[in-house]
């Protein structure tokens, strides 16, 4: 089984197009995020190297810190 993105910004709009409207539910995200996966719209999802991980923990406790 594959693990693909999909940009949010893309969900939101997508979703704001679909039906003209901004409600917001968990089902109406699933049926448009899996719209977008089925034409193609998504990014596969590339894992990281460790020291790459422990980079980006670094970063985000500098900004806590910050």
């Known amino acids: 089984m594959d693990v693909v993105t999909v940009n949010p910004h893309h969900v ?3 979703k704001e ?3 003209n409207t901004q409600s917001k539910s968990d089902k109406k995200d699933a049926l448009v ?3 977008m996966v ?3 719209y998504y ?3 590339r894992s990281t190297s460790e ?3 422990k980079l980006r923990v670094l970063m985000a406790n500098r900004d806590v810190i910050v």
Do not use: T
Request: charged residues 40%.
């Open 17 to 19: 197009n679909r039906d």
């Open 43 to 45: 990014a596969f999802f």
């Open 38 to 40: 089925k034409n193609g």
């Open 12 to 14: 939101k709009r997508n």
């Open 33 to 35: 995020i899996a719209d």
């Open 51 to 53: 020291s790459f991980e």
